[in-house]
């Protein structure tokens, strides 16, 4: 969906509040942040995985809150644009196994 960042070009809160304002630990990002990307790649995983292999639900739901705080925490995303990465992520990954178990020989 990286698409999506140039279309809506929402800008990060690093440009809406300034430097001293939002956490900055690595990089000052200023492009466009609509959606979170790393959560949307991260919710992808993790609700593919909690489909495939329920045993580890949690670790998955760890991983996918501790992702989606993080890019929040760091001032890279607001938390609109995490909660829509997280929505696409999720979304992809339900169709993705919908297609994979209505179009493929190997049946899971």
């Known amino acids: 969906m990286f698409p999506l960042k140039?279309?809506?070009?929402?800008?990060?809160?690093?440009?809406?509040?300034?430097?001293?304002?939002?956490?900055?630990?690595f990089?000052?990002?200023?492009?466009?942040?609509?959606?979170?990307?790393?959560?949307?790649?991260?919710?992808?995983v993790?609700?593919?995985?909690?489909?495939?292999v329920r045993k580890y639900w949690y670790w998955y739901i760890i991983l996918a809150l501790g992702t989606s705080f993080e890019r929040i925490y760091a001032g890279h995303h607001f938390p609109f644009d995490v909660l829509v990465g997280a929505v696409i992520g999720m979304i992809s990954a339900y169709v993705t196994v919908a297609l994979?178990?209505?179009?493929?020989?190997i049946k899971i």
């Not at 990002?29 to 949307?40: A, D, E, I, R, V």
């Open 6 to 25: 140039y279309y809506f070009e929402r800008p990060r809160p690093l440009k809406v509040f300034g430097d001293r304002n939002v956490n900055i630990f």
């Open 27 to 44: 990089e000052k990002l200023y492009n466009n942040s609509f959606p979170s990307g790393h959560t949307q790649i991260v919710l992808s």
């Open 100 to 105: 994979f178990r209505k179009y493929s020989k």
């Open 46 to 52: 993790c609700t593919f995985m909690f489909i495939m």
